[in-house]
């Protein structure tokens, strides 16, 4: 009972700290384009720039994330990477007062290794409770979202208003502040149970190649996510002359859904299955894609963007448990490869519809990203069945099936078929 009280502190701490760093990330990844151009007066090179340079660092960050998340008290690795957040986001409201790109390049690879720390760190923190509840990643996915939402009401409707950029910047560089000592004051993680040494010895190299299929599903569709998201921002800014608030506001119900749904969607993964929930799921994305290519109004977008980030609420947190089941005791590294892929898809994705919006049209540029969200949807059901997780998890615990683990019993009945 001590040890089960002690994950539950530990993974209301992690869903704390998600909130109040996740809102600041998402906030930035959405003005920092625009913040670059206005308050630098950076050309659109130099803000490529900027906006490469964190995401590079983050891609070679997050596999060594992995292994430090192995190897040290997870909550500290996390609340360390919280800091490096936050020391990035006051370093970009003082390149605010000081009108300097280099300051923000600084901060911009601070950044990088520390979102890198704290939310593969985050992620396996959160992993330890899957034995008990293998709804973990849906709160998790539910917590990020929250505190999406959160920050881009609080930044662009109170915050921007009065003091600017600079306000912004500094309000996010508090609540990242605050999300690391969230987990600081967490306690400790409990005796680990005994398990094969092979489970933490396993090297990156290997860990990848057993992972390879589903880190193959998890980078197709964060490639298509990323284009289509990027695309509906040009589409609003571009076709609708839609500004920054304006703007923020069609994506906004959408984060508002994902966050309330993300663990009532979990329901549906107990009752139908991991592989059909993420075949449903990817196929809708898809088809929510072509109903973009048809260029529809404000209204319309914000509707189905609400429908596509339902999907995502349901398809993420199946891929991240999956990672983290198959991978045991060496969870940390098996979710940073699972981080790596994501972010090297969407940076893939996002380039990809940059090159085609500009090349062909909107249409075609939509049409691709819902036929990469297709082949996601064909080679998620491998990737599960391939890993050896279960397909339907129990309502109350998980089996864990990474090394050394005790393997589920052969499936039987509908999960046979499926």
Request: net charge positive.
């Amino acid at each position: 009972m001590e040890h089960t009280e002690a994950g539950q502190r530990r993974e209301a701490a992690a869903l704390r700290a998600a909130a109040l760093v996740g809102g600041p990330t998402d906030l930035l990844d959405f003005v920092l384009p625009l913040w670059a151009g206005a308050a630098l007066g950076a050309s659109a090179v130099g803000v490529g720039v900027l906006v490469a340079l964190e995401m590079a660092v983050a891609l070679l960050a997050r596999p060594l994330a992995g292994v430090l998340a192995d190897r040290r008290e997870r909550r500290l690795v996390a609340a360390a990477g919280a800091g490096l957040y936050a020391l990035s986001c006051a370093g970009y409201a003082t390149a605010t007062l000081a009108g300097s790109l280099g300051v923000a390049l600084a901060a911009a690879a601070v950044g990088g290794v520390g979102g890198s720390l704290v939310w593969v760190s985050l992620r396996a923190v959160v992993g330890e409770r899957l034995a008990e509840d293998s709804s973990a990643y849906a709160r998790l996915f539910s917590a990020e979202e929250t505190g999406s939402w959160v920050a881009f009401v609080a930044g662009l409707a109170l915050v921007y208003p009065v003091l600017g950029y600079g306000g912004v910047l500094w309000a996010c560089a508090a609540a990242c502040a605050a999300g690391a000592l969230a987990l600081l004051g967490a306690p400790a993680r409990p005796a680990r149970p005994h398990v094969d040494g092979r489970a933490t010895a396993d090297g990156l190299r290997s860990l990848g190649r057993r992972l390879r299929p589903m880190l193959a599903a998890v980078a197709l569709r964060s490639a298509a996510g990323s284009a289509i998201g990027y695309l509906l921002l040009l589409h609003l800014q571009r076709d609708l002359g839609l500004d920054l608030g304006p703007a923020a506001l069609v994506f906004l119900p959408g984060s508002v859904a994902a966050s309330v749904l993300a663990p009532r969607l979990h329901r549906a993964v107990l009752r139908h299955g991991r592989r059909r929930t993420l075949v449903v799921a990817l196929v809708a994305s898809s088809a929510l894609a072509v109903g973009l290519s048809t260029s529809p109004g404000a209204v319309l977008v914000a509707v189905l963007w609400v429908l596509s980030a339902v999907a995502v609420a349901a398809v993420a947190p199946i891929q991240q448990a999956v990672v983290a089941e198959a991978s045991g005791e060496a969870a940390g590294r098996g979710l940073g490869l699972y981080e790596s892929a994501e972010l090297g898809g969407g940076a893939a994705g996002a380039l990809a519809a940059g090159v085609l919006f500009d090349a062909s049209s909107w249409q075609v540029a939509c049409l691709v990203a819902a036929v990469v969200m297709l082949a996601s949807a064909v080679l998620v059901p491998r990737s599960v069945r391939a890993l050896g997780v279960v397909d339907v998890p129990s309502s109350t615990a998980v089996v864990p099936l990474g090394p050394g683990a005790v393997p589920a019993a052969p499936p039987t009945g509908d999960d046979a078929g499926r």
